[in-house]
């Protein structure tokens, strides 16, 4: 499994790096990281595109990403900004926790290292909240030329192919193996483009399911290509030279699950079965009252500084047990109102509207939907949460999650 003749290696890279100047995607960040003559600058675009990439897609993050390095084009900027700031630009991203530690660390930047970032993958990592291993050492290869290699989800499946590696690529064992290999041949000359051409290489052609294994530049060096053409295993080289590969493997296909040639190279990389979603059941209470001109307003509430959705507002809401009958359901939000209202509800008076469905990456979370129509304005218990009145324009550009706008 390892890369140990250099010759290979070489080719690799000259391979790849042909084919990501040639192919490469127009990106913002990668246009502002090209033509940024400032290192820190430089490290501040690539940081931010990195934290919004995180578990969401390329078409996705693009326009948040322009939005952002319009609103704030430095860190010091960022480092300006309010939290509400933030999760407002945010809002709509997912993940929210990204948009506040990417802040907290901007701030610490300014505060504790004059303004100065990181410029090392070790200091970068241990320095800044937020960053992990990838982020620095992407930030770190692109922005400083460190000759670090990276590991995200798109390399686990390149270098799992190119090696046949088909043990969980989720295990520390095969994560460790897989941190070596990237660092052994990433390019010394060229690292970040190297590292942006092995994520590109996963993202567009090594793709999960239906890769274009004819148009890989580097499919003379892909063993499972190879093993598909030849409908076997490559060759077990000397034991002198393989170290732990032979036997009791802790790289290769579990024997319960061996190769199946109908999978071809898709048959890496090995996950661990995903863990099931909890389900979570929520009722949630849209107040309205009418406005000075006429038009809706409605009642949100700001949610805790830490948890999920840390920060943002919602509507009044509250969890309730699965299987909670809709009569209960109606009297333990009507005594939740009640109670940081500090005037009674009738459950009577809660509208039914609906279900809506929204799935977290760990949660199958379900709103349950009432609606209550007041006559003049309420108090709200300030020390519960925030509250404010907005209209539906308001609403819409407030910091409030993809799920509260389902709801409304």
């Known amino acids: 499994h390892l890369f140990s003749d250099p010759a290979e290696i070489q080719a690799l890279r000259g391979n790849l790096l042909a084919w990501y100047d040639k192919s490469k995607r127009d990106l913002p960040w990668r246009t502002l990281a090209a033509t940024e003559p400032d290192a820190d600058r430089r490290a501040y675009a690539v940081w931010v595109s990195e934290i919004m990439l995180q ?91 460190q000759a670090t290699g990276v590991v995200d989800g798109n390399v686990v499946r390149v270098l799992c192919r190119l090696r046949c590696i088909g043990a969980d690529s989720s295990s520390p064992a095969v994560t460790d193996r897989l941190w070596d290999m990237a660092n052994a041949v990433v390019d010394r000359s060229r690292p970040g483009d190297f590292n942006q051409a092995m994520m590109e290489l996963g993202a567009t052609v090594c793709v999960p399911k239906a890769p274009l294994c004819g148009e890989c530049p580097v499919k003379k060096q892909c063993r499972a290509r190879q093993r598909k053409l030849l409908g076997k295993p490559t060759p077990v080289p000397d034991v002198e030279n393989c170290g732990k590969c032979v036997g009791d493997c802790p790289l290769c296909p579990p024997a319960a699950e061996p190769w199946d040639s109908s999978l071809g190279v898709t048959n890496f990389p090995r996950k661990a079965a995903k863990k099931q979603p909890r389900a979570a059941r929520t009722a949630t209470c849209v107040l309205e009252r009418r406005g000075c001109h006429g038009a809706p307003e409605y009642l949100i509430v700001q949610r805790p500084s830490s948890g999920l959705l840390a920060g943002l507002w919602e509507f009044p809401s509250l969890p309730v047990a699965q299987g909670l009958q809709e009569e209960k359901q109606r009297e333990v939000l009507a005594d939740h109102l009640q109670a940081w209202m500090g005037q009674p509800v009738a459950a009577g008076g809660l509208q039914f509207i609906g279900e809506v469905v929204h799935i977290f990456s760990h949660i199958h979370q379900t709103y349950v939907v009432y609606s209550l129509p007041l006559d003049g304005d309420v108090t709200w218990d300030s020390a519960s949460s925030p509250s404010r009145w907005v209209t539906q324009e308001e609403f819409q550009a407030s910091a409030v999650s993809t799920a509260m706008k389902k709801v409304l």
């Open 55 to 145: 578990q969401t897609q390329v078409a996705t993050v693009i326009d948040y990403y322009n939005r952002w390095m319009q609103k704030w084009p430095t860190l010091q900027a960022l480092a300006q900004a309010s939290l509400e700031e933030v999760n407002e630009l945010w809002a709509g991203l997912g993940y929210y926790s990204r948009g506040k530690r990417l802040q907290e660390a901007a701030k610490k930047v300014v505060s504790e290292l004059a303004g100065q970032m990181p410029r090392t993958a070790e200091d970068l990592q241990k320095l800044l909240p937020g960053v992990g291993r990838y982020t620095a050492g992407a930030i770190a290869s692109i922005s400083y030329g």
